[in-house]
Antibody
Framework: QVQLVESGGDLVKPGGSLRLSCAAS????????MIWIRQAPGKGLEWVSY????????YYADSVKGRFTISRDNAKNSLYLQMNSLRADDTAVYYC??????????WGQGTLVTVSS | QSALTQPPSASGAPGQSVTISCTGT?????????VSWYQQSSDKAPKLMIY???KRPSGVPDRFSGSKSGNTASLTVSGLQADDEADYYC??????????FGGGTKLTVL
């Protein structure tokens, strides 16, 4: 069955950097768009970035554009999110998920990123 | 990109039906048939309930249905059950690669 496992969440100071990973299994990873979605504590869902199966199409929410970089390694069935210049309002649980016709069917359990001094 | 508008709360008794609205604009909900609905129970990852306005992923009961009229999409839950109590979020494609979510609706089963 489909499994998505995020890792890399941590406590980081404002202005710092962090790299999240998402290990995928149970499906043909390279065939699927993948997305990062985050949820601040007690708040709603916010899309962050998504990438096509081959990596040639990439999109970012305005809130992270220029600071975050999404990438994937299809040989390793892995998705990444490099986060730089982190701010307090980036504090959230970050989920990776598959993306199919702009709906996310399969989700990981999430990884918590806390940005605080 | 402004968030889609959802009522903060909705409720219904077991067995009843409840409808949750999701209002956007002609640039998102009204402009594309890419509206999705998610159910999120406390401290869990969201679960896709509806995609492309009205399609159900395998395993989602047909008690859950989606529709759209103009700039407003709706999720209807029929035959309410206790474990339907959760937060529900809508999302839509908004053009130029953008997505947008609603603020969420807390559904209470009375």
């Amino acid at each position: 069955q489909v499994q998505l496992v995020e890792s890399g969440g941590d406590l980081v100071k404002p202005g710092g950097s962090l790299r999240l990973s998402c290990a995928a299994s149970g499906f043909t990873f390279s065939d699927h768009y993948m997305i990062w979605i985050r949820q601040a504590p007690g708040k709603g869902l916010e899309w962050v970035s998504y990438i096509s199966g081959g990596g040639g199409a990439i999109y970012y929410a305005d809130s992270v554009k220029g600071r975050f970089t999404i990438s994937r390694d299809n040989a390793k069935n892995s998705l990444y999110l490099q986060m730089n210049s982190l701010r307090a309002d980036d504090t959230a649980v970050y989920y990776c998920a598959t993306l199919h016709y702009y709906g996310s069917r399969d989700w990981g359990q999430g990884t918590l990123v806390t940005v605080s001094s | 990109q402004s968030a889609l508008t959802q009522p903060p709360s909705a409720s219904g008794a077991p067995g009843q039906s409840v409808t949750i609205s999701c209002t956007g604009t002609s640039s998102d909900v009204g402009g594309y048939d890419y509206v999705s609905w998610y159910q999120q129970s406390s401290d869990k990852a969201p679960k896709l309930m509806i995609y492309e306005v009205s399609k159900r992923p395998s395993g989602v009961p047909d008690r859950f249905s989606g529709s759209k009229s103009g700039n407003t999409a709706s999720l209807t839950v029929s035959g309410l059950q206790a474990d339907d109590e959760a937060d529900y979020y809508c999302s839509s494609y908004a053009g130029s690669g953008n997505l947008v979510f609603g603020g969420g609706t807390k559904l209470t089963v009375l």
